[in-house]
């Protein structure tokens, strides 16, 4: 099947934002993709105020995930992305939601609270505490991740345990020093820790690094962008996953227990 990772700036105004994934959406359909991974915290975003993505949260009944809803009628293409969801006041949820057909299918609240490089995601926001559900795409079985979760190598395991094939990643990863080499290494090191495919969507701009990738099970990229707003595509099959897992048999040849989640 076709996969689409896209990118783009996200701004302040959650409309814009939304037009924004509603024109990736579109175009990702027209080109046959099955499955379409945006990026992380797409409501909002400022360089002056880091804690806009959380003021701006929405319920999934608000006019973000509406609007979306409206444009996944249209087709029968799988789109995987975040936005902050109120919790309590003040606070909110990181949470992945997929949508097909003009539904929410999947929610992940994210587990990993980027709690690291001098910020505190945890400050004003809540943490997931179940493991996602596995969802499935024209017979291939998607473990869903985000974004700093992609340290945790127990997760990206956990999902493979459960039977995912491909794990997808909506980020916003952080520009800094070494940030785009551990970036390209850790999804090349889950794919290969796991046999999985990887479709993993970066917001870019000013703060992130963008360089949405997708990589193979052999940890390979085998479609990647730049530093710019783009919509990148791959063929992935589940028959490839089989192949390499007959070759490559790192699931079976494991020694631990599964990991389990504190």
């Given at each position: 099947?076709?996969?689409?990772?896209?990118?783009?700036?996200?701004?302040?105004?959650?409309?814009?934002?939304?037009?924004?994934?509603?024109?990736?959406?579109?175009?990702?359909?027209?080109q046959?993709?099955?499955?379409?991974?945006l990026?992380?915290?797409?409501?909002?975003?400022?360089?002056?105020?880091?804690?806009?993505?959380?003021?701006?949260?929405?319920?999934?009944?608000?006019?973000?995930?509406?609007?979306?809803?409206?444009?996944?009628?249209?087709?029968?293409?799988?789109?995987?992305?975040?936005?902050?969801?109120?919790?309590?006041?003040?606070?909110?949820?990181?949470?992945?939601?997929?949508?097909?057909?003009?539904?929410?299918?999947a929610?992940?609240?994210?587990?990993?609270?980027?709690?690291?490089?001098?910020?505190?995601?945890?400050?004003?926001?809540?943490?997931?505490?179940?493991?996602?559900?596995?969802?499935?795409?024209?017979?291939?079985?998607?473990?869903?991740?985000?974004?700093?979760?992609?340290?945790?190598?127990?997760?990206?395991?956990?999902?493979?345990?459960?039977?995912?094939?491909?794990?997808?990643?909506?980020?916003?990863?952080?520009?800094?020093?070494?940030?785009?080499?551990h970036?390209?290494?850790?999804?090349?090191?889950?794919?290969?820790d796991?046999?999985?495919?990887?479709?993993?969507?970066?917001?870019?701009?000013?703060?992130?690094?963008?360089?949405?990738r997708?990589?193979?099970?052999?940890?390979?990229?085998?479609?990647?962008?730049?530093?710019?707003?783009?919509?990148?595509?791959?063929?992935?099959?589940?028959?490839?996953?089989?192949?390499?897992?007959?070759?490559?048999p790192?699931?079976?040849?494991?020694?631990?227990?599964?990991?389990?989640?504190?």
């Open positions: 099947m076709k996969v689409a990772a896209g990118q783009f700036i996200v701004t302040h105004e959650w409309e814009r934002n939304a037009g924004q994934c509603v024109r990736l959406m579109r175009e990702a359909a027209q046959g993709a099955a499955l379409l991974v990026p992380e915290a797409l409501l909002a975003r400022a360089d002056n105020d880091p804690d806009l993505s959380v003021k701006s949260a929405q319920a999934l009944d608000g006019g973000f995930i509406s609007r979306l809803q409206e444009e996944s009628r249209s087709n029968t293409m799988t789109t995987v992305l975040t936005i902050h969801v109120p919790s309590s006041a003040g606070r909110a949820t990181n949470s992945l939601i997929v949508l097909r057909n003009g539904e929410v299918i929610r992940y609240d994210k587990l990993h609270l980027y709690d690291a490089f001098n910020i505190q995601e945890s400050r004003r926001v809540d943490a997931g505490t179940h493991l996602p559900a596995l969802i499935e795409v024209e017979g291939m079985r998607i473990g869903l991740m985000t974004c700093y979760d992609l340290r945790f190598p127990e997760l990206a395991l956990s999902l493979a345990l459960q039977g995912a094939e491909l794990l997808v990643l909506p980020a916003a990863w952080v520009r800094g020093p070494l940030k785009e080499q970036w390209a290494t850790l999804l090349a090191a889950r794919a290969l796991t046999t999985c495919y990887m479709v993993a969507s970066g917001e870019c701009g000013s703060r992130n690094i963008g360089q949405s997708i990589v193979d099970p052999l940890g390979v990229t085998v479609a990647g962008a730049g530093a710019t707003p783009q919509l990148i595509f791959a063929e992935v099959t589940g028959e490839a996953v089989r192949q390499i897992r007959e070759q490559l790192v699931l079976l040849n494991r020694r631990f227990a599964p990991p389990q989640l504190l």
